[in-house]
């Protein structure tokens, strides 16, 4: 017997989710234009599954509305939201809900995102495998995830197989289930929060001057350098970095010092440094 369901997805997913619509009765359909809000917490759905079809932002919405019912996510992004047990809610502050973890499923056609959109979520990804690379929470098992993430995000630079940075995602998002992110994330979450930045940017604009803070000295092998500046040189190139008009450097430093898994990180930041990561990140 065929069961209910409710299909939420995004500008380039609609096709997709029509598609695969087929496979259930009494279908309604969630088209999402933005991350999920208060006032997706206050969404309602007795469909017998609840299915995400796209980004994070949409597999983020399916897994709030979902509850205690079934939560299918297809992913067409590296965010990782496809494998966490939590979703991200944007106001005025960032909130992290728990949620059940999603059945995973492979989206089976082909997928083609904006530049801005690809090179975000490329962003997030690489900024996942860092952290939980470097974490101080990072075992033994974390370690192989996020290696095997970068190794995709690699292949990835080299063939522009959307697939293989979907695969990058999922891995990278494995490895913060165990360890959470750290000081990339909490220092894009204000960034976000006050100048209406994607996540995925904030991350890209901060991530060459946080790997060069941290040096993190077994990091560079990974992407065969030989040193932290070397790599922070390189990623400069892939990341999409864009100047903020009026950047408030102490607003968001001191901001991000409330963010408790700053200091999960290998090392710990003052606030004049992360001033001087903010300030290099966006007069590069």
């Not at 997709?16 to 259930?24: C, F, P």
């Not at 297809?74 to 494998?83: D, K, L």
């Not at 999409?240 to 008009?245: R, T, Y």
């Amino acid at each position: 017997m065929k069961k209910t369901a409710l299909i939420i997805y995004s500008n380039s997913t609609k096709n997709y989710a029509e598609k695969i619509s087929k496979r259930y009765k009494n279908v309604k359909f969630l088209k999402i234009f933005e991350p999920p809000t208060e006032k997706t917490l206050k969404i309602r759905s007795r469909k017998d599954v609840i299915i995400g079809i796209g980004g994070g932002s949409v597999i983020d919405t399916a897994k709030i509305i979902a509850k205690k019912r079934k939560c299918v996510a297809i992913p067409t992004t590296a965010s990782g939201a496809a494998v966490t047990s939590y979703a991200t809610v944007w106001g005025k502050k960032k909130i992290s809900i728990t949620t059940q973890k999603p059945i995973l499923r492979t989206y089976k056609d082909s997928i083609k995102l904006p530049f801005n959109i690809e090179k975000e979520t490329f962003a997030d990804a690489l900024s996942h495998a860092i952290e939980s690379f470097w974490s101080r929470n990072a075992t033994k098992r974390s370690i192989e995830f996020s290696k095997k993430a970068i190794s995709c995000l690699k292949s990835y630079l080299l063939k522009e197989d959307h697939n293989v940075l979907v695969e990058a995602g999922i891995l990278a998002g494995k490895a913060i289930v165990i360890t959470k992110t750290n000081i990339i994330h909490a220092i894009s979450y204000p960034i976000t929060i006050n100048y209406k930045i994607s996540h995925g940017m904030a991350c890209s604009k901060i991530l060459p001057a946080v790997v060069e803070f941290i040096d993190y000295k077994p990091l560079p092998k990974l992407f065969d350098f030989n040193s932290t500046a070397a790599l922070g040189a390189f990623l400069e190139i892939t990341c999409l970095p864009k100047n903020i008009k009026n950047f408030n450097y102490s607003l968001i430093a001191k901001e991000a010092m409330l963010y408790p898994r700053l200091y999960n990180g290998p090392k710990t930041p003052f606030k004049g440094e992360l001033e001087l990561i903010l300030r290099k990140s966006n007069e590069r």
